[in-house]
């Protein structure tokens, strides 16, 4: 298993869920499941496996050495299946902040309840990564507003929204807005406080 140089841990555990380095067996599962979820994705175009690959070989793997990587992928497992992954992107480690990135599979994320657990798993396990692994002082996100139940996972899990940038990007034939949560190291906003 390949690992980050940066990490102080390969794995972040909490009940069933597990957090680890990507991992290339499932480069080709999260293609396809990006491929099929470009609605919530700044994605624009089909993945092929050419471009998957070429991806992973230029930009991924040789992140893992770096001490100061520009993002950080993770495999996503429930009970040692992988079911999503995502990460910490656009990081700037001079102000210790990240985007949070997250996919889940496809087929899980057409049933609301285990979306909403996976979701909020994953989101507790990318704040151990972020603020006891790499003593980070801030997460922070952009959705489009098409997502509301994703939003509302944000904030039970204690990011606050903290902006919106209206007819921010053109889906489906229409403007739509994003929509930005902050979450700082030490705060709890969560919800069931």
């Known amino acids: 298993m390949k690992s980050y140089k940066c990490l102080k841990f390969d794995r972040y555990v909490s009940e069933n869920y597990t957090l680890l380095p990507v991992r290339e067996q499932d480069i080709m599962l999260i293609k396809d499941w990006r491929n ?3 609605d919530v994705l700044r994605q624009k175009y089909i993945l092929t496996e050419e471009m998957q690959r070429g991806y992973f070989e230029t930009v991924v793997w040789p992140s893992f050495e770096l001490e ?3 993002q950080l992928l993770f495999s996503f497992l429930k009970q040692d299946v992988c079911i999503g992954y995502g990460g910490i992107v656009h990081i700037s480690w001079e102000d210790r902040r990240g985007e949070v990135s997250f996919l889940l ?5 057409s049933a609301s309840n285990v979306y909403h657990q996976d979701f909020l798993s994953f989101l507790n396990l990318i704040k151990q990564v972020a603020y006891e692994g790499l003593s980070f002082n801030r997460l922070f996100t952009e959705t489009f507003d098409i997502r509301p139940f994703h939003i509302s ?3 039970e899990a204690g990011f606050l929204c903290e902006g919106r940038m209206k007819q921010h990007v053109y889906l489906n034939d229409a403007f739509v807005d994003s929509v930005l949560h902050g979450h700082i190291r030490g705060y709890d906003n969560s919800v069931d406080k």
């Open 68 to 70: 100061q990587p520009q």
């Open 36 to 38: 099929s979820q470009l």
């Open 105 to 109: 599979n496809s087929e899980r994320v």
């Open 153 to 155: 996972i944000l904030e």
